[in-house]
């Protein structure tokens, strides 16, 4: 199971809401960016290549480009509450958490 789908999987059986991630999510942000600015994480990861999806949002149309991740890279530079908050569900409205929190 994805941790995206966990996330929602957890809000259900536990009556979450999306407000307790997003207010914890900066300061976890904020926490790591340090030793990731140093490096600490770098053996964590390993290289993946991928097609990797990107949506026309003029016109729906889905096209692929071919990536090779060497770290993570999603976390913003400045987490702040608002800035978070401001991210859309993944999988729709419905669904809760973006990306980033599915982290936490």
Not at 24 to 48: D, M, T, V, W, Y
Not at 83 to 104: D, E, F, H, I, T
């Amino acid at each position: 199971m994805a941790m995206i789908d966990t996330c929602r999987w957890v809000a259900k059986r536990y009556g979450s809401s999306r407000r307790r991630p997003d207010a914890f999510s900066p300061l976890r942000q904020q926490r790591q960016a340090p030793s990731a600015g140093k490096g600490l994480f770098a053996n964590e990861h390993h290289r993946c290549a991928r097609a990797w999806p990107k949506k026309n949002k003029d016109n729906g149309r889905v096209t692929y480009r071919d990536v090779v991740a060497t770290k993570d890279n999603c976390n913003p530079p400045q987490p702040t509450l608002e800035g978070l908050a401001s991210w859309k569900p993944v999988k729709g409205q419905a669904k809760l958490w973006p990306q980033g929190n599915a982290l936490q």
